[in-house]
């Protein structure tokens, strides 16, 4: 197969998959968070919208997280479903009808803890679509 360098699609992807360490105090989470932070300011632009990490599960299935100063939005894939009942637990919310969560700012350190140990990998991504929300949503604790 003849690949032409110049073809994007042929491109390596902007961001990688980094493997998960899992996280079990709230000082470890709190750490991460800084640390995610950190690495959204370097490699995403201010002008960037659908900015957000994605948890791609052991088991199967991502959840895609945005933060915002109130809120914390998960765009949960048909694949990671099976998960809704931990999220629940870790957040003490209810289902939404669809695949996109909508909780709490301050429920975010208990979830990333919950969540955890059924982490395989992250990967930064910018573009992504959270339910249509067309205002930008940035990392911010």
């Known amino acids: 197969?003849?690949?032409?360098?110049?073809d994007p699609s042929d491109?390596?992807?902007?961001?990688?998959p980094c493997p998960w360490v899992a996280l079990q105090t709230p000082q470890d989470v709190e750490a991460?968070?800084?640390?995610?932070?950190?690495?959204m300011m370097e490699h995403i632009g201010p002008q960037e919208t659908g900015v957000g990490v994605c948890f791609t599960l052991?088991?199967?299935?991502?959840i895609y997280m945005q933060t915002s100063a109130d809120a914390v939005i998960l765009d949960v894939d048909p694949?990671?479903?099976w998960v809704a009942p931990l999220l629940i637990a870790a957040t003490e919310g209810a289902a939404p009808d669809g695949q996109l969560w909508i909780l709490p700012d301050d429920k975010l350190i208990q979830?990333?803890?919950?969540?955890s140990s059924l982490v395989?990998?992250?990967?930064l991504v910018s573009g992504h679509n959270f339910g249509g929300r067309s205002r930008k949503q940035l990392y911010s604790r």
């Open 111 to 115: 979830l990333i803890v919950g969540l």
């Open 1 to 6: 197969m003849n690949q032409d360098p110049s």
């Open 32 to 39: 991460w968070i800084d640390e995610h932070n950190r690495s």
């Open 58 to 62: 052991a088991a199967g299935g991502n």
């Open 120 to 123: 395989a990998s992250t990967t």
């Open 79 to 81: 694949d990671a479903q």
């Open 11 to 16: 491109a390596a992807p902007r961001f990688r």
